[in-house]
């Protein structure tokens, strides 16, 4: 149930919904991934194949220990330092899959910087709603270290890729700043106006992204 939950949190934040059911695309069996990414030592990997149709293939697969950790140790009862990590791969997974079917539904393409920068910001705004709601009165201001200064891209996982998520992570770090900054301050309803932005940035193109970070930020 959780990623369906996970699926739902992202929904309601961007005001976005897809046809799709993230547990119809579910793998947890390694053996069951194409050869060429079954050897990558991640615990979480969305994997697409065109079908030269247009059509596009879908599996996303989560380690089934890291679900079974979470079925423990809920996130979404009590999000803290011994599940946190976990919670992010998952939500990772999710945010992945949901942003390549709701742009898949519109006809919009989708670069891969773009899918890791919209998953790091949604590792954030997703963290903060679910701190908020669990405990209303501390800020959790935490989040920012956590994501953005106590992280490393670990080369292994990356598989070449280190710099698409090294920029991914920056010009998310940037947009997150400035997120908080407007979260931090007093006056009538910051939550609405970060939905506001948060709901308008989702739906820009991969370049209009960058340009309003690079703008803004």
């Known amino acids: 149930m959780i990623l369906r939950q996970l699926q739902e ?23 069951r991934l194409p050869a060429a990414v079954r050897a990558h030592p991640t615990d979480e990997q969305l994997v697409v194949a065109s079908a030269g149709t247009g059509e596009l293939g ?82 959790p201001a935490e989040l920012m270290r956590l994501l953005f200064e106590r992280t490393r891209i670990d080369p292994a996982l990356a598989a070449g890729r280190e710099e698409i998520y090294r920029r991914a992570s920056l010009y998310a770090e940037r947009f997150c700043r400035r997120i908080e900054r407007t979260l931090r301050a007093r006056g009538a309803s910051p939550e609405r106006e970060v939905l506001s932005e948060l709901r308008r940035f989702y739906r820009l193109t991969d370049a209009s992204k960058r340009a309003h970070i690079e703008a803004h930020a």
């Open 9 to 31: 949190l992202i929904g309601g934040i961007y005001d976005v919904s897809v046809a799709h059911d993230v547990y119809d695309f579910l793998v947890t069996d390694r053996r």
């Open 58 to 139: 879908v599996s996303l697969y989560l380690d089934p220990q890291l679900l079974e950790r979470l079925s423990r140790a809920d996130p979404l009862e009590a999000l803290n330092a011994g599940n946190v990590a976990d919670y992010w791969t998952a939500l990772e997974g999710v945010s992945h899959f949901v942003y390549l079917a709701w742009n898949s539904g519109h006809d919009k393409p989708v670069s891969l910087l773009e899918l890791e920068l919209q998953a790091e910001i949604d590792k954030y705004v997703a963290s903060w709603w679910l701190l908020k709601r669990q405990v209303p009165e501390r800020f």
